[in-house]
């Protein structure tokens, strides 16, 4: 019914800066936080940044100043800019959408995963 759909990882220098996209298609009614969580090698997977229909952000501490996410609610995108990248910061990025399929049912969703290696 929802397919998310990201792009925009790769390969990048340490202190670098990426872009991720994902766009939202299929049966949307609205869709209300947009997010992004990434899950490196034997770690558990974790919540980066988050954005909501208002506008309302909120960033895990260690991406703060760093990341900035955002979205366009015409193009159910979102996207997560990201500056002063680290080693640390290598995993696969999952991005994540509530929404709303008709007025009164949803889920969430997930995307496929884009790899962001920060390597010298």
């Known amino acids: 019914q929802v397919q998310l759909v990201e792009s925009g990882g790769g390969l990048v220098q340490p202190g670098g800066s990426l872009r991720l996209s994902c766009a939202a298609s299929?049966?949307?009614?609205?869709?209300?936080?947009m997010g992004w969580y990434r899950q490196a090698p034997e770690k558990q997977r974790e919540l980066v940044a988050v954005?909501?229909?208002?506008?309302?952000?909120n960033y895990a501490e260690s991406v703060l100043g760093r990341f900035t996410i955002s979205r366009d609610n015409a193009k159910n995108t979102v996207y997560l800019q990201m500056n002063s990248l680290k080693p640390e910061d290598t995993a696969v990025y999952y991005c994540n959408a509530g929404v709303l399929t008709t007025r009164f049912r949803g889920g969430k969703y997930w995307g496929q995963g884009t790899q962001v290696t920060v390597s010298s």
């Open positions: 299929g049966t949307i009614f609205s869709i209300e936080a």
């Open positions: 954005i909501i229909s208002g506008g309302t952000t």
